[in-house]
């Protein structure tokens, strides 16, 4: 009881006594709370000695040490043993011995170690601070955690400097005669050298460079200057240059508003290029090339929104060449959205670039309207209520002197309006039915269209109206078992869909339902058209099985088989699509997981007469982390609706293997099998922990385009927390041999 009082009231006279004479500061001298086991005050030294967990707390700053002494003569607070500062920032500061001032801001700190927010550290002899500096001499700073099992060896890497300043108030640590050490061993040595403190998010200088050499390009370096404009807007811009192409500039700008974004990314370079617009290469000299993706996206309110995205490159060549993107048509867009509960408007115009080497006529789309409604469910007779309305103006380059496809250079307006009903019903025994109808009425006009008879022949102002009713009821019956932990389930699936059988009319023209695949996806829509300028009619039975065996550890096996019948003899589908006969191919699917180490995924279409396979699809995955095989085969027959006159048969592999918590491989191989030819090699290594990434990728390429030469490549990523990254490339011919 003594000594409780005894420490309670000298708390009272330390907190008195780390007052001084002169009138406070308001914001520097804040109130202290004071804890320790025993306090001993010296009236000779005018000196206040406490020991035994010490802690003292002001103005959002902690101090704890085995002993603290303050002098009141001279306003310094000595802290010794174990001693622990925790800093307003977050910092952490471990010390045998500091001499500090009455704030425990400033002062001298002996053998201390700093523990950032992000876990970062840096450790030096001896450290003074003044204000929002701190000057460290013999120090190591490293982001890398110490190895638990010996902690006594260097870390990953580390930045170990001769002086070590860490400014606040900028946020920056700055080194002054550094070595970068890997595990220990020196690799870089430089006089001068900073990088901003863990608090900061980005900041405005220069990024790690881009540099290597590729087959197309030769040697090339890119630099890149980053600027923080405000805390919501930036910009990089980059400067490069290459053996083979000449420079480059580039600019990429973000900026966020309140209520939306906006962003820039684009490039500009003058090199040669070859040009196969018409049929023959030639080459381009000093063609003015680049590109431009740019993007805005603003609310309106909580339920409208308006945007934009431009995607365009100067040729079909330039994307790729300069490893910018490997898209093969941009698409460009303007566009106003509104989302009304379940239903859905838009106002949009497309633009197309195609950068494929035979590339086709692309229309403009000004404008394309929607709009989508649908009911709460329950609302009419049990069910829900739908409407679909739709305009488009969609325009194309009449001057044209061959017609790659039957669209080319046709001008269509059109107008679309759709309304229908559907209810989904279970019996007391099981059955699952589904009931839909529907209507739609279609409206066309087009310019520049061929004439059936002799497409020699453009015809203008041809109008065209369709009106187009149907009906579908879909049941399935699904069969469960148990069967100690495993389910089965059986469950028969079947559909009929009637509709007036309207044929094909040579006056509208086929704009979004071109692009036909068949598969189990689809096989129960009631339409296999994507669009809506074609259009599914006469009556249709589908039928399909779903077989599956579900386990309670996760695993499960599945499998579906269905065909379709059409009553009527038509050209409703073309040749080659599986749905051109009364019976439709049979497609289906197999997936095989029985646990997560094996995945086994089927896709098929076979010939409902020979049974011979139009399409096949398998992906096998096998193995844990530490070994995993992937392998996938595709297969295409040349008469299932690809546009080639040959097949199509690839086989792809891949073999991954988790070699360590940190260390990862990987290899792939990717084969033409009707070529009988290699198409590409991969091979990679990679390391990755909390404060480096390393990488390098091998490859060996065997196709070759205009701009783009086959060859061996080696890519090689360095990146280190903190201070950016090294991307290295290199790229030629034949580096394996």
């Known amino acids: 009881m003594r000594r409780c009082a005894q420490i309670v009231c000298w708390l009272v006279v330390v907190c008195l006594a780390a007052l001084p004479a002169r009138a406070q500061d308001a914001e520097t001298d804040q109130p202290v709370v004071f804890s320790a086991d025993e306090v001993v005050v010296d009236e000779a030294l005018n000196m206040v000695i406490a020991t035994g967990n010490v802690e003292i707390s002001q103005a959002g700053r902690l101090l704890n040490a085995d002993t603290v002494t303050y002098n009141r003569r001279t306003d310094v607070v000595t802290a010794s043993g174990n001693v622990v500062i925790i800093e307003p920032s977050g910092e952490v500061i471990f010390a045998d011995y500091a001499e500090l001032d009455r704030q425990l801001a400033d002062g001298f700190i002996a053998n201390i170690g700093v523990l950032f927010e992000d876990e970062s550290r840096l450790v030096a002899r001896r450290a003074v601070r003044r204000g929002q500096v701190t000057d460290a001499d013999r120090a190591v700073y490293s982001p890398c955690a110490l190895c638990p099992d010996h902690p006594d060896r260097p870390p990953v890497w580390q930045l170990r400097a001769a002086r070590v300043t860490h400014d606040m108030e900028s946020s920056d640590i700055i080194y002054r005669d550094a070595f970068l050490d890997f595990f220990g061993i020196p690799v870089l040595y430089t006089p001068y050298f900073s990088h901003p403190d863990p608090t900061v998010d980005r900041r405005t200088g220069l990024l790690a460079p881009r540099f290597g050499s590729t087959a197309d390009l030769g040697p090339f370096l890119d630099l890149f200057y980053y600027w923080d404009i405000a805390p919501h807007q930036d910009a990089t811009f980059r400067l490069g240059g290459t053996g083979e192409a000449g420079l480059i500039g580039g600019l990429q700008y973000r900026r966020r508003f309140e209520s939306g974004e906006i962003f820039l990314d684009g490039t500009i370079n003058q090199s040669d290029r070859i040009d196969s617009k018409s049929g023959v290469e030639t080459t381009v000299d000093d063609a003015v090339r680049g590109h431009v993706f740019a993007g805005a996206r603003f609310d309106i309110d909580e339920h409208w929104r308006v945007g934009a995205d431009v995607r365009r490159s100067s040729d079909d060549t330039y994307l790729s060449t300069f490893e910018i993107a490997s898209n093969d048509i941009l698409q460009s867009r303007a566009y106003a959205e509104g989302f009304y509960g379940l239903s859905f408007a ?383 490339a290199v790229e030629g011919t034949n580096l394996f041999n």
């Open 346 to 728: 838009s106002v949009e115009a497309l633009d197309f670039q195609d950068l494929r080497r035979d590339s086709i006529d692309q229309p403009l789309v000004v404008p394309s309207i929607g709009y989508n409604h649908v009911s709460e469910p329950g609302s009419l007779f049990g069910g829900q209520w739908f409407a679909n309305a739709s305009a488009l103006h969609l325009l194309r380059d009449s001057d044209v002197a061959v017609r790659q496809t039957e669209t080319d250079g046709v001008d269509t307006r059109r107008l679309s309006l759709e309304t229908g009903w559907r209810r989904d019903l279970q019996s007391d025994f099981g059955l699952l039915t589904s009931l839909s109808a529907a209507v739609r009425g279609d409206l066309y006009w087009s310019d520049n269209l061929p004439d059936s008879a002799d497409p020699t022949i453009d015809r203008d102002d041809v109008t065209a109206t369709r009106a187009f009713p149907r009906a579908t009821i879909t049941a399935r019956y699904p069969l469960a078992r148990q069967d100690g932990t495993v389910q089965q389930l059986i469950e028969p699936i079947v559909a009929f869909t009637a509709a007036p059988n309207l044929g094909q009319d040579d006056d509208i023209p086929n704009n979004d339902s071109v692009d036909l695949e068949f598969d189990e996806i689809n096989l129960f829509s009631d339409s296999r058209f994507p669009g809506i300028d074609r259009v599914e009619g006469g009556l249709k039975f589908t039928y399909g099985l779903h077989l599956g065996v579900f386990g309670f550890g996760g695993g499960s096996s599945s499998l579906f088989v269905g065909q379709s019948y059409r009553f009527s003899d038509d050209a409703t589908f073309p040749d080659g699509s599986g749905l051109e006969d009364n019976f439709s191919d049979i497609v289906g699917r197999i997936t095989i997981t029985p646990s997560r180490f094996f995945n086994l995924d089927y896709r098929y279409r076979f010939d409902h007469k020979s049974f011979d396979a139009r399409r096949q699809e398998l992906t096998a995955i096998a193995g844990p982390d530490q070994f995993r095989l992937r392998g996938t085969y595709t297969f295409v027959d040349e008469i299932a609706g690809t546009g080639t006159t040959d097949d199509v048969e690839e086989i792809t592999t891949k073999v991954s293997s988790r070699l360590s918590e940190y260390w990862s491989a990987s290899a792939s191989y990717r084969r033409d099998l009707v070529d009988d030819e290699s198409r590409d090699i991969t091979l990679g290594l990679a390391y990755a922990d909390e404060c480096l990434t390393f990488g390098i990728d091998l490859r060996r390429d065997f196709t070759q385009d205009r701009d783009s030469g086959s060859g061996d490549s080696i890519f090689l990523v360095l990146n280190l927390r903190h201070l950016g990254g090294f991307p290295f």
